[in-house]
């Protein structure tokens, strides 16, 4: 059986425009991951350009378009995503395009160093580590395991439409990383940088980036606590509302 | 892309006190300090940084914080460490890392790893390998730091935060070719293109840091990231400077059957353990007291002797099993949740119910560029050690050497964090003391550009995936777990001929902007470089010791061997070079005979 590849091809040095290219493969027996059959391809095209690392899903290299839902391609199995044996792959949606299936995420790094992404404390530190409970750190779970991959923001429509001043979902996922950490003391301050209409506001609560974030994480769930302690702030950290003062 | 640097107009060279290549954790340790310092530093790296390998280590990081076990010593692990190592790192080094490894650790805690924790709040330690409580007489020890089973990427992400935060200046997917050499034999610094634009750049340092992992890919099963290629080596060993112990390759018991993953000790930290065809946990009889956290040389070579013997698993009997099942969800959910995910896509099995096939599998370089516990890289002049000016390494490319013949488990994030700090401390005050190099010529500059104008020239030749394929099959073949002379002399003439393809590659595609498959060829050179000190290394030592295993010279020989191997790549030629034993505050340990 044979299937039928639909590539994303684009060189700026000799394509005007961008096109969809098809190769036809013979249907390998196993059932192999997005990442191998492109190494399969390019083993023959060696023009074929894309990103990878670890090839296991934790260097958030390879992000792309996948049959219309953005993935990483070196997890995702053929047999999740083929339609009819056919697979169309295309580069992240939104971004400018370098060359076939690599975007140019600049935006997408600008978005993340805005929320000042590192821990920001005004104690001095202890001489050993500072203490956590683990009910405190559990609070990390399901935010400090992003990977950068930009398969969610890049999958946002309002991150389509303001790639500039909205932060997406990504950012705003490790925003609330440092905002529920227990040992960060700049909580007002990272409030007060996110209340404006759209660094967070722009977020209608799509759902896009939880259905396609390959850690199986949920950027929705962050932004609407980041929503609730703009406005009601926290009882602990005695925050101000941001904006109704 | 430009042919020529030209010095006189200097359009196209960046200049910095300090340049490391590579944006790994240990880089990015050294360009913490550095950046911290208010030295001009900058991190060359061909992938964004948290693409770097670092990203997959698992376990955690090995260090005496006295967190599980109030009375926990470092001197126990430098012990441990000293035996894994069989006797070869050298204890001055091991001393350093395990008595400044608390203090490198805090300060990741400080930065914001989000490390598990105990109940009192302190860092959570989970046992690994090796690992011992009162010099190897009191039982197993817990001293293995974790951020659930994701430590590595929970470092590299603080990392590169903190360097956000102290504005390091990154050049992020560009590529270092070669080292810029001047007559002095000083390291002045880089040739490097930036993969998306086709900028040929030199980038002029004070000094240049080599922080470029490993180079796994030289075998055809391995852990390690597509990107492993040993770029640094590749670099100094064509500049002609040596290499240290690279016969010394670290098998990974767990690697994922047929898919090459990673599985972490810490699954057997933790209580897994691993089982043969006839469900066997077949690690007691190899291991009466450590079993399945016996060091992870004799593990692998275990599972390799069960196999053998006819008692793996699967319908070809050629992996064993590793248990998890009898721990429970509620463990195995909230220890190690990244070992489900990865056994469910990779192997299809839920180790909550079944068990993880699993084979020995490549995953660590133990020797790599010699250095001191500075990072300042060394080369042999008749017989001694020779610093070169410029040019330092530090983490899996260095060979310091702290992991000598075989690395702990969770050794290998200590070394990036303790001796990236050292170097760059040590860099900060050297420079700031008015230390440097001298410029480089024309000639030297283009020197450094010849490996590139001359792919960029190919009209003919051989395909970079066909010759990568033979390289891979043939360290594969002679040069894995265990190894006979007869077997490598035919792997080393084997690798004469893939020489000779690999310096005549023919880049068909010579455009510019983002052409993976010119990076994959001068990848490939790379790797050529390592496979065959590793090869030559392999060959020429006629004993057994830690990772390096031989059926025709099965015993350790310290009469010859207790010393590093040290090879010299103009002659292809390996030499001597003595193991330190003289730590500064505690008495050495004396080789013993190294059973678990």
């Known amino acids: 059986m044979e299937l039928s590849v639909s590539l994303y091809r684009y060189n700026p040095e000799q394509d005007k425009f961008p096109y969809m290219k098809n190769y036809k493969v013979k249907k390998p027996e196993k059932d192999i991951m997005v990442l191998d059959l492109l190494n399969m391809l390019k083993e023959d095209d060696a023009t074929i350009s894309y990103r990878r690392s670890c090839r296991e899903g934790v260097c958030g290299s390879d992000g792309m378009n996948i049959n219309g839902k953005n993935g990483l391609a070196c997890i995702t199995p053929l047999s999740e995503v083929l339609k009819g044996n056919k697979l169309e792959l295309r580069p992240l949606p939104g971004l400018p395009v370098i060359r076939d299936l690599i975007v140019d995420m600049t935006q997408f790094y600008e978005q993340y160093e805005k929320i000042k992404p590192f821990l920001q404390s005004d104690t001095e530190p202890p001489e050993q580590e500072r203490l956590q409970s683990p009910q405190d750190r559990d609070k990390l779970d399901g935010l400090y395991e992003c990977i950068l991959c930009a398969c969610c923001s890049t999958s946002c429509p309002s991150f389509w439409w303001n790639p500039d001043k909205f932060v997406g979902p990504a950012a705003l996922l490790q925003a609330y990383r440092f905002l529920a950490d227990t040992r960060d003391t700049k909580k007002q301050e990272r409030l007060e940088e996110l209340g404006d209409p759209f660094s967070v506001y722009r977020c209608h609560g799509i759902m896009n980036c939880v259905s396609v974030c390959p850690k199986g994480l949920n950027p929705n769930k962050a932004i609407g606590e980041i929503k609730s302690m703009l406005l009601t702030g926290t009882k602990e950290d005695k925050i101000k509302v941001v904006g109704l003062e | ?596």
Not at chain 2, 462 to 489: I, P, S, W
Not at chain 2, 519 to 544: F, G, Y
Request: proline share 3%; aromatic share 8%; with cysteine.
């Open chain 2, 1 to 596: 892309m430009n042919k020529v640097i030209n010095i006189s107009n200097k359009s196209n060279i960046k200049e910095f006190d300090a340049l490391i290549v590579g944006g790994g954790g240990s880089g990015m340790r050294t360009s913490l300090e550095l950046a911290k310092s208010g030295l001009n530093t900058a991190v060359i790296s061909k992938v964004f940084p948290t693409r770097s390998h670092t990203v997959s280590a698992q376990g955690g990081i090995t260090c005496a914080i006295q967190s599980a076990d109030p009375n926990d010593d470092w001197r126990w692990h430098m012990y441990d460490t000293v035996k894994g190592s069989d006797y070869i790192g050298d204890q001055d080094a091991i001393e350093y890392m395990c008595s400044e490894g608390p203090k490198a650790v805090y300060e990741l805690e400080h930065m914001g790893l989000p490390f598990s924790r105990f109940e009192n709040g302190r860092i959570y330690q989970r046992p690994f390998g090796g690992q011992s409580k009162d010099f190897g007489k009191g039982g197993q020890a817990a001293r293995t730091c974790a951020a659930a089973d994701r430590t590595g990427h929970a470092l590299l992400h603080t990392l590169y935060q903190n360097n956000v935060k102290e504005g390091t200046n990154f050049l992020n997917e560009w590529f270092a070719v070669d080292l810029v050499k001047n007559s002095k034999n000083e390291i002045t610094g880089v040739i490097a293109f930036s993969i998306e634009s086709g900028e040929v750049c030199y980038l002029k340092a004070q000094a240049t840091v080599l922080a470029t992992g490993g180079a796994g890919r030289i075998y055809a099963s391995t852990t390690n990231a597509l990107i492993n290629t040993g770029d640094g080596l590749g670099m100094t060993l064509r500049a002609g400077f040596s290499a240290q112990d690279m016969e010394m390759w670290q098998f990974h018991p767990t690697g994922i059957y047929g898919a090459g993953s990673l599985v972490t000790e810490g699954c057997r930290g933790e209580g897994g353990y691993l089982i043969n065809s006839d469900g066997e946990r077949f690690m007691e009889r190899y291991a009466p007291n450590a079993k399945d956290l016996a060091g992870r040389d004799v593990v692998a070579r275990s599972m390799v002797m069960e196999i053998l013997e006819g008692r793996g698993c699967g319908p070809e009997k050629d992996h064993v099993f590793l248990k998890l099942d009898h721990l429970g969800a509620d463990v195995l959910n909230s220890k190690l949740p990244g070992i489900c995910e990865l056994s469910k896509t990779f192997a299809h099995v839920d180790p909550i119910k079944e068990p993880i096939p699993v084979v020995p599998t490549c995953h660590y370089m133990m020797g790599g560029t010699p250095t001191n516990i500075h990072g300042q890289a060394f080369s042999r002049n008749d017989g001694n050690d020779l610093m070169v000016s410029g040019l330092f390494s530090v983490g899996e490319a260095a060979c310091v050497s702290v992991h000598g013949a075989n690395r702990l488990g969770g050794n290998s994030l200590l070394d990036l964090v303790v001796f990236g700090r050292a170097a760059g401390k040590h860099i900060n005050e050297e420079l700031k003391s008015g230390g440097g190099v001298d410029n480089a010529s024309s000639e030297d500059i283009e020197l450094a550009m010849s490996r590139l104008n001359s792919l960029n020239e190919s009209e003919s030749g051989y395909e970079v995936a066909d010759v990568k394929k033979q390289l891979q099959t043939c360290m594969q073949n002679y040069f894995g777990v265990f190894r006979r002379g007869e077997f490598m002399e035919k792997g080393v003439k084997e690798l004469e001929e893939i020489r000779e393809k690999s310096e005549n590659l023919y880049l068909k595609d010579k455009s510019i902007a983002f052409n993976t498959n010119r990076v994959e060829a001068l990848e490939l050179q790379n790797l050529l470089e390592v496979a065959e000190a590793t090869a030559i290394s392999a060959m020429m030592r006629d004993e057994s010791r830690g990772a390096h295993a031989r059926d025709d010279f099965p015993e350790r020989d310290d009469e010859n061997w207790l010393c590093h191997s040290l090879y010299d790549p103009v002659e292809k030629k390996l030499g001597k070079r003595d193991v330190n034993f003289v730590p500064k505050e505690v008495e050495a340990f004396p080789p013993k005979m190294r059973s678990y």
